[in-house]
């Protein structure tokens, strides 16, 4: 990540876990988010999505659907709210660490970044649901793993000085990725992904292009306070 004297950032990378990732920081972060859950017999196909609570009991197809879905998401958000995307890359062996990267650069307002680097994990879980994948313990391990590693990036932009406003970040996401337009082209860019694992900037703004998305507007410092 870096930055410039005028609260612009340049570069930033959002990450995803794979399922080696969380078990790396070992079991007791896993615990920290599932508590009861862990411990509880493994899912099976037979008891259908909606029994699925934790991302690392998916079957493979739907984990890397979901995958995909998440760095889909950030492509697409990041590149709808005027970010030049670098590439979004994900990967095929579950058991590595880091399972998908998304590389956006800039110069661009620190809330662009946090808006883009939030929309992984919103997405993830949207796609989820819309397969039936509704279980709550689910779509926590979702947002606290899966997302962890995004969030983090938002934290060290603060923590550097740069405005960002997190609440705003998930606000302007939940309304972009509502809009059956863009969710669309989030869902068309998965596809795209899973075939081909590497998408660069041009690939993405075809897609934009094909749903007729244009630039999006999403709050920033400049246009006022959090509040108003």
Same mark, same amino acid.
């Given at each position: 990540?870096?930055?410039?004297?005028?609260?612009?950032?340049?570069?930033?990378?959002?990450?995803?876990?794979?399922?080696?990732?969380?078990?790396?920081?070992?079991?007791?972060?896993?615990? @920290?988010?599932?508590?009861?859950?862990?411990?509880?017999?493994?899912? &099976?196909?037979?008891?259908?999505?909606?029994?699925?609570?934790?991302?690392?009991?998916?079957?493979?197809?739907?984990?890397?659907?979901?995958?995909?879905?998440?760095?889909?998401?950030?492509?697409?958000?990041? &590149?709808?709210?005027?970010?030049?995307?670098? /590439?979004?890359?994900?990967?095929?062996?579950?058991?590595? !660490?880091?399972?998908?990267?998304? @590389?956006? &650069?800039?110069?661009?307002?620190?809330?662009?970044?946090?808006?883009?680097?939030?929309?992984?994990?919103?997405?993830?879980?949207?796609?989820?649901? &819309?397969?039936?994948?509704?279980?709550?313990?689910? /779509?926590?391990?979702?947002?606290?793993?899966?997302?962890?590693?995004?969030?983090?990036?938002?934290?060290?932009?603060?923590?550097?000085?740069?405005?960002?406003?997190?609440? !705003?970040?998930?606000?302007?996401?939940?309304?972009?990725?509502?809009?059956?337009?863009?969710?669309?082209?989030?869902?068309?860019?998965?596809?795209?992904?899973?075939?081909?694992?590497?998408?660069?900037?041009?690939?993405?703004?075809?897609?934009?292009?094909?749903?007729?998305?244009?630039?999006?507007?999403?709050?920033?410092?400049?246009?006022?306070?959090?509040?108003?």
């Amino acid at each position: 990540m870096a930055g410039d004297g005028a609260g612009r950032v340049h570069t930033v990378a959002g990450t995803s876990e794979g399922d080696a990732g969380w078990r790396e920081r070992d079991d007791a972060a896993h615990r @920290s988010v599932h508590g009861q859950f862990l411990g509880s017999p493994t899912s &099976t196909g037979g008891e259908g999505p909606e029994a699925v609570w934790c991302t690392s009991r998916l079957a493979d197809d739907v984990y890397w659907q979901a995958g995909a879905a998440h760095e889909a998401a950030h492509a697409v958000v990041g &590149t709808a709210v005027g970010l030049p995307l670098v /590439h979004a890359t994900l990967e095929d062996d579950r058991s590595v !660490r880091i399972s998908g990267v998304v @590389s956006f &650069t800039g110069p661009g307002d620190a809330q662009l970044f946090a808006v883009w680097l939030a929309a992984g994990a919103v997405g993830q879980s949207r796609w989820l649901c &819309t397969a039936g994948y509704g279980h709550p313990e689910l /779509h926590r391990c979702v947002r606290a793993i899966g997302g962890g590693a995004d969030r983090a990036e938002t934290e060290r932009l603060a923590a550097q000085g740069f405005i960002v406003d997190l609440q !705003r970040a998930h606000l302007d996401v939940s309304r972009l990725l509502g809009d059956p337009g863009l969710w669309a082209a989030v869902e068309q860019t998965a596809w795209l992904l899973l075939a081909r694992r590497h998408l660069t900037s041009a690939d993405v703004i075809a897609v934009l292009e094909t749903h007729r998305i244009t630039t999006q507007q999403v709050w920033t410092p400049d246009i006022g306070s959090a509040d108003g």
